[in-house]
């Protein structure tokens, strides 16, 4: 896990999730990485009086982004999180799916204006997926996908307001 820069003038998260409804798009390829960030997610939405997320599968990472779409687009969804792993091989197949699935996450929020995280793991090996799923420290990607999606649904909604008065 990359160390945080943190400043002694940082700005705080709003982390109420109270009424805030998450969509979460699961990769099934590698889902025992999947299923421990999925874990992340609904303990985080939990602590942060979140609902229950909305859970829908694919088969891999490189599907993700279509149908966090169109989750999005539903009226019912105030943020998606994707989550998936995906394991640096033999050939170039991680470069391509990775950045894909990354460019395509950011596709489906800026079309949108629905916050879409990115939860996806890229990793080298399989130890890194666990270290970051829950591993040594309790580190677990899904939970801090969870924060990000509350905050930016605050954020969205503030400015939004703001915008409108």
Not at 53 to 67: D, N
Not at 102 to 119: Q, S
Request: glycine share 12%; hydrophobic share 45%.
């Amino acid at each position: 896990m990359a160390d945080d820069a943190r400043s002694d003038r940082r700005v705080e998260a709003v982390f109420d999730g109270a009424g805030v409804q998450v969509a979460v798009v699961a990769g099934r390829f590698n889902d025992r990485i999947t299923f421990r960030l999925l874990d992340g997610v609904i303990r985080g939405l939990e602590a942060l009086g979140a609902e229950a997320p909305v859970v829908e599968w694919v088969p891999g990472a490189f599907e993700i982004p279509l149908a966090a779409k169109a989750l999005a687009e539903s009226d019912e969804i105030d943020a998606v999180i994707g989550l998936g792993c995906v394991i640096r091989g033999a050939t170039t197949h991680y470069e391509t799916v990775a950045g894909e699935c990354a460019a395509g996450i950011l596709r489906a929020g800026l079309a949108t204006g629905v916050p879409v995280v990115f939860g996806v793991l890229t990793t080298e090996d399989l130890d890194q997926a666990l270290e970051r799923s829950e591993g040594p420290g309790g580190h677990n990607v899904g939970e801090e996908s969870a924060q990000s999606a509350v905050e930016m649904v605050r954020l969205l909604e503030r400015i939004n307001t703001s915008s409108s008065s």
